[in-house]
T-cell receptor, first 110, second 112 residues
């Protein structure tokens, strides 16, 4: 069972570069979300989507864009990377109130 | 606003010893409560969850947690720790998918 799949697993960016973190789920979940994980801060919600064509901001949305054209895919875009966006990013999908996480994407912005 | 506190940043226990990881929450209504485990370089795996009913919930890998409303706590326990339990553990509270709050995590080290 694939579950939630994220790519790439590791990425190094230069300040000002753009990139997209890909996320796909095969569980037909309507709800998908992106979190970032920073030391001592747990996970914080960046953006979420309750279904195709619908997205909304979470706790820390600045500097990130999302779109949801299909149920399966929920990419996260960094338009102009900043060192403050160095973090581990987790994509997740949900059914009911249970969240299923991908394996994470380690992003370093230099 | 809801919040989650995990008072212990790092805990070390000997293999075979019992374990209790603390979690305190602040929430305006009856919360949904979760414990997740994260092994190094991996995503978060759900250990157990509490929505309602019996306040002692059983999870995977021999873990259990007890919801104590009067203490606003949801502590995770395991009677006998195995070396493979070394990981980071996160408590979370929320009543909806976009309403989740995670604690900062407790890192567990298991001594041989």
């Amino acid at each position: 069972n694939a579950g939630v799949t994220q790519t790439p697993k590791f990425q190094v960016l230069k300040t000002g570069q753009s990139m997209t973190l890909q996320c796909a789920q095969d569980m037909n979940h309507e709800y998908m979300s992106w979190y970032r994980q920073d030391p001592g801060m747990g996970l914080r919600l960046i953006h979420y989507s309750v279904g195709a064509g619908i997205t909304d901001q979470g706790e820390v949305p600045n500097g990130y864009n999302v779109s949801r054209s299909t149920t399966e895919d929920f990419p996260l875009r960094l338009l102009s990377a900043a060192p403050s966006q160095t973090s581990v990013y987790f994509c997740a999908s949900s059914k009911g109130n249970t969240i299923y996480f991908g394996e994470g994407s380690w992003l370093t912005v230099v | 606003a809801q919040s989650v506190t995990q008072p212990d940043i790092h805990i070390t226990v000997s293999e075979g010893a019992s374990l209790e990881l603390r979690c305190n929450y602040s929430y305006g209504a009856t919360p949904y409560l979760f414990w997740y485990v994260q092994s190094p370089g991996q995503g978060l795996q759900l250990l157990l969850k509490y929505f309602s009913g019996d306040t002692l919930v059983q999870g995977i890998k021999g873990f259990e947690a007890e919801f104590k409303r009067s203490q606003s706590s949801f502590n995770l326990r395991k009677p006998s720790v195995h070396w493979s339990d070394a990981a980071e553990y996160f408590c979370a509270v929320g009543a909806g998918n976009n309403d989740m709050r995670f604690g900062a995590g407790t890192r567990l080290t298991v001594k041989p």
